[in-house]
């Protein structure tokens, strides 16, 4: 069993930044991918960027790209996602999930149904 625990989330201005962090816990942290997810009110769920164990692959959100930088730190087991030039359509309860069967260290799942691990979610409200 992993359990993740995510911080760092919060209200910020628009054109703000923020760093949301994920702490696993468990000692095969770096053979799991990662992703972020978030969901809106009223909205599903939606996947944010994902990396690979080796943390040589990230993949992004069309919306996030250039704004999201995902990375980790396995010495840690910890995973970041820092968001820069934050909009209020980025307002949402971000989740981080991990993968336990990824099949390599060079991809990672862009579905949640891939996601075997849950945090318990971080507010992030961005203000306009």
């Known amino acids: 069993q992993v359990q993740l625990v995510e911080s760092g989330g919060g209200l910020v201005q628009a054109g703000g930044s923020l760093r949301l962090s994920c702490a696993a816990s468990g000692r095969t942290f770096s053979s799991y991918a990662m992703g972020w997810f978030r969901q809106a009110p009223g909205k599903e769920r939606e996947f944010v960027a994902a990396i690979s164990w080796s943390g040589g692959s990230t993949y992004y959100a069309d919306s996030v790209k250039g704004r999201f930088t995902i990375s980790r730190d396995n010495a840690k087991n910890t995973v970041y996602l820092q968001m820069n030039s934050l909009k209020p359509e980025d307002t949402a309860v971000y989740y981080c999930?991990?993968?336990?069967?990824?099949?390599?260290?060079?991809?990672?799942?862009?579905?949640?149904?891939?996601?075997?691990?849950w945090g318990q979610g971080t507010q992030v409200t961005v203000s306009s």
């Open positions: 999930a991990a993968d336990r069967l990824s099949p390599s260290p060079w991809v990672a799942g862009i579905v949640g149904a891939q996601y075997d691990y």
